[in-house]
């Protein structure tokens, strides 16, 4: 039973551009959150899908969009990257209301 | 989100039962407290969770005051891959998905 699967693993992009980081949830698992990770930190909640809509939003700008498909995996878009969105991002998938687990991240460089 | 209080870092044996301790004063009724740990550069790794009675699995137990207030994660036997931040969350379960992290307990098992 494969967990959670993000990919890719590491990028590197620069400031301005944009980035698409991917997500498949947990078998059986049909609500899916992203959070960021900055160096030394705890995750900070960035959005929630479920039933391909955004149900939740953390304090995040526009910058920061997402995606849901039927199959129930998901993207997280971020434009006009800057040096800060530099982060681990995680995402994490649950069966609604229930436990949730995370995927091992996407290390994003923004130079 | 309630909040929870846990101390910044703490060192433990190797071979004998770490006790972290975790302060959730102002936690709801309902409201669970998880934990979960990161091994450095890794995803989240879900431990366990409980509401009011103690709860035990291949991890770890987890005991909750009777007034739920408070929460000792116990790793019976700790080995060097026990070292990782330990993050104790609360969370309503249903309705609200997202799970609020503060900085958590570096735990540092010494041989």
């Known amino acids: 039973d494969a967990g959670v699967t993000q990919s890719p693993t590491h990028l590197i992009k620069t400031r301005g551009q944009q980035v698409t980081l991917r997500c498949s949830p947990k078998?059986?698992?049909?609500?899916v959150s992203w959070y960021q990770q900055a160096l030394g930190q705890g995750p900070q909640f960035i959005f929630q899908?479920?039933?391909?809509?955004?149900?939740q939003r953390g304090n995040f700008p526009d910058r920061f969009s997402g995606h849901q498909f039927p199959n129930y995996s998901s993207e997280l878009n971020v434009n006009a990257l800057l040096l800060g969105d530099s982060a681990l991002y995680l995402c994490?998938?649950?069966?609604?209301?229930?436990?949730?687990?995370f995927g091992e991240g996407s290390w994003l460089t923004v130079v | 989100d309630a909040k929870t209080t846990q101390p910044t870092s703490m060192d433990c044996a190797e071979g004998r039962a770490a006790n972290l301790p975790c302060n959730h004063s102002t936690i709801s009724g309902n409201e669970y407290v998880y934990w979960y740990r990161q091994i450095h550069s890794q995803g989240p790794q879900y431990i366990i969770h409980g509401l009011k009675n103690n709860e035990t699995n291949e991890m770890a137990s987890l005991i909750i005051t009777e007034d739920r207030k408070s929460s000792t994660l116990i790793l019976p036997h700790a080995t060097l891959r026990d070292t990782a931040v330990y993050y104790c969350i609360v969370r309503v379960t249903y309705g609200n998905n997202r799970l609020a992290f503060g900085k958590g307990n570096q735990v540092v098992v010494i041989p």
């Open positions: 994490a998938s649950s069966l609604y209301g229930n436990t949730i687990y």
């Open positions: 078998s059986g698992h049909d609500t």
């Open positions: 899908y479920y039933e391909e809509e955004e149900r």
